[in-house]
């Protein structure tokens, strides 16, 4: 464990003895997020085989602020710090602006002697108005109405007529003890849409780590055929649907849209206020489908600081150099895509 002090505060490095202390500061900091919870360190590491960097103020031994980071060393796409790979939210959490402070000048002095080529921030919030960002992505958060039919009438009329529609479908939605039907279905959805699939051990180390906080849900039709599925996190009377998949025949079904309703009632019976829709990148169908349910686009800063590159790394399928890639995906055998796809996925984060 390192240390490095100064105005009564000193900078530690996680070790597994500070683990409670460090999620009981999450979990009462507001500016903290499910991503900052100590077991995705772990999670990264073994799934990823990731260099975790995990570090937190504290002053009078209590812990006043804390940044998790990863270093990703990839020939493909780069080399770079983060906070936080894998996660749509993330930097540091904590209001005490000189452990803030004292934490981006350790991250700073840890990304130069590991000779990143740059370190990211993945904040809700604007923290460096000079530092250079991505504006690609939003999130979509609403809060929860505590009666059922009322967020019914708070969507949209056409959107709640395509809900209405599933509904009239005889869709079923349950929760699954494991993630088999929703690795069938999202990985099709990936596949079809050209993006390489995540590892499913990584998505049954997540059920494993976070137990009744990570939840799958899957929409069959009334013969049993599974047509949609999301595996979703609950954190503090949030609820966050986080990775998600259709089959082609949730379309005329509008099994979709029946699952984020089924979604939002299953988050009322666990007493949730606030639905988190999640990230999208501005301009795509996913970013159009949050806003015709009545959610209200948020901007996320993703702040970074460059070291060895001249610009914002562009490690989406935005970037017109990755068309042909994703052309070529598209026509893979799922068998083969699953196969190749956690090499790929693992160094994007």
Wanted: charged residues 20%.
């Amino acid at each position: 464990m390192t240390s490095v002090a100064t105005t009564g505060l000193h900078v530690r490095s996680l070790a597994d003895s500070d683990r409670p202390r460090w999620d009981a500061f999450v979990q009462g900091c507001a500016g903290a997020s499910f991503f900052h919870l100590s077991a995705w360190r772990s999670l990264i590491a073994e799934v990823f085989g990731h260099r975790p960097h995990y570090l937190y103020a504290e002053r009078d031994g209590v812990i006043v602020a804390v940044l998790p980071l990863v270093e990703v060393k990839s020939r493909l796409f780069g080399h770079a710090l983060t906070s936080l790979p894998f996660a749509v939210y993330g930097g540091i959490a904590g209001d005490d602006i000189p452990a803030r402070a004292l934490l981006e000048a350790h991250a700073d002095a840890l990304a130069q002697q590991l000779g990143v080529s740059h370190l990211e921030y993945r904040n809700v919030q604007p923290a460096h108005a000079d530092w250079p960002r991505q504006d690609l992505y939003v999130t979509f958060r609403k809060e929860l109405l505590p009666d059922e039919e009322a967020n019914m009438l708070a969507i949209p009329r056409k959107q709640r007529a395509m809900v209405r529609k599933g509904i009239g479908n005889n869709l079923i939605a349950s929760q699954d003890a494991d993630v088999d039907r929703f690795f069938s279905v999202y990985a099709d959805n990936v596949r079809r849409h050209g993006t390489p699939a995540m590892p499913k051990k990584w998505f049954a180390a997540l059920r494993d780590t976070f137990g009744n906080d990570c939840e799958v849900l899957t929409v069959t039709d009334a013969g049993g055929q599974s047509l949609s599925s999301v595996l979703s996190f609950y954190f503090r009377g949030e609820i966050l649907p986080y990775y998600a998949g259709d089959m082609p025949a949730a379309r005329d079904l509008a099994a979709n849209d029946f699952k984020y309703w089924s979604l939002m009632q299953r988050a009322l019976a666990r007493g949730c206020h606030l639905f988190d829709y999640g990230r999208s990148k501005v301009g795509t169908g996913p970013y159009s489908f949050k806003k015709n349910w009545g959610f209200t686009p948020q901007p996320l800063s993703y702040e970074y600081r460059l070291y060895k590159r001249e610009a914002v790394p562009q490690n989406n399928p935005n970037n017109p150099k990755f068309r042909a890639f994703i052309a070529m995906w598209k026509r893979l055998p799922l068998p083969v895509a699953n196969t190749l796809g956690p090499f790929i996925v693992r160094n994007l984060g």
